[in-house]
Nanobody
Framework: QVQLVESGGGLVQPGESLRLSCAASGRTSSTSAMSWFRRAPGKEREFVAGVRRSGGQVYYADSVKGRFTFSGARLNVDNTVYLQMSSLKPEDTAIYYC???????????????????WGQGTWVTVSS
């Protein structure tokens, strides 16, 4: 079992920044990938950024590339990872989740169903 707790969400204006945290506990050594997803009102859950233990490269959704940074994502080393979000836009408004999975292969990194453990999510609202 792995427990995940997200924090850091809030209300910000367009162009501002926010940093989300995800604290992991439990059997984190059994995980093969960790990712951030989000669900905007009325939309499906979508991939934001993720990393696999093998390789260590961070992958980003095109919509956030260059604005968001997934840091501290060294599986088995960091108990807390971060999603630094800059130049926020109204379309970034969503519940943000972190997720981990024991058997996530690269082709599944962006697939929510590939992840076994999820946090409760934290709301991010971008509005003027």
């Amino acid at each position: 079992q792995v427990q995940l707790v997200e924090s850091g969400g809030g209300l910000v204006q367009p162009g501002e920044s926010l940093r989300l945290s995800c604290a992991a506990s439990g059997r984190t050594s059994s995980t093969s990938a960790m990712s951030w997803f989000r669900r905007a009102p009325g939309k499906e859950r979508e991939f934001v950024a993720g990393v696999r233990r093998s390789g260590g490269q961070v992958y980003y959704a095109d919509s956030v590339k260059g604005r968001f940074t997934f840091s501290g994502a060294r599986l088995n080393v960091d108990n807390t990872v971060y999603l630094q979000m800059s130049s926020l836009k109204p379309e970034d408004t969503a519940i943000y989740y972190c997720a981990v999975g024991p058997t996530v292969i690269l082709s599944q990194l962006r697939v929510p169903g590939a992840y076994a453990y999820w946090g409760q999510g934290t709301w991010v609202t971008v509005s003027s």
